[in-house]
């Protein structure tokens, strides 16, 4: 059963920084494509950063050069490292992976940044 759960949400300023985890189990995440999502209230569901099979990543354009998207050693772990965060960052982020043709979510974990 895949199972992702996600942490490292909170209140930050503008200009600070945060990471988010995705702690995955039932799936290793080294051998599978994993992304992170954000939703902002009264917004679609928005790629934010995604880490392929191997190393190969992708990432918005709101967020290129300010997000890194990365795994751990274990390959149980993918993390979202965000830095010069902005107001318009604010959402809850979700870890998201697609496991023999079926989309799995985790929870989702708030981001809010303040002015």
């Known amino acids: 059963q895949v199972q992702l759960v996600e942490s490292g949400g909170g209140l930050v300023q503008a200009g600070g920084s945060l990471r988010l985890s995705c702690e995955a189990s039932?799936?290793?995440?080294?051998?599978?494509?994993m992304g992170w999502y954000r939703q902002a209230p009264g917004k679609q569901r928005e790629l934010v950063a995604l880490i392929k099979r191997g190393i190969s990543t992708d990432y918005a354009d709101s967020v290129k050069g300010r997000f890194t998207i990365s795994r751990n050693d274990g390959h149980t772990t993918v993390y979202l490292w965000m830095n010069s965060l902005k107001p318009e960052d604010t959402a809850v982020y979700y870890c998201k992976t697609n496991f023999y043709g079926d989309d799995y979510w985790g929870q989702g974990t708030q981001v809010t940044v303040s002015t």
């Open positions: 039932g799936v290793a995440v080294r051998f599978n494509d």
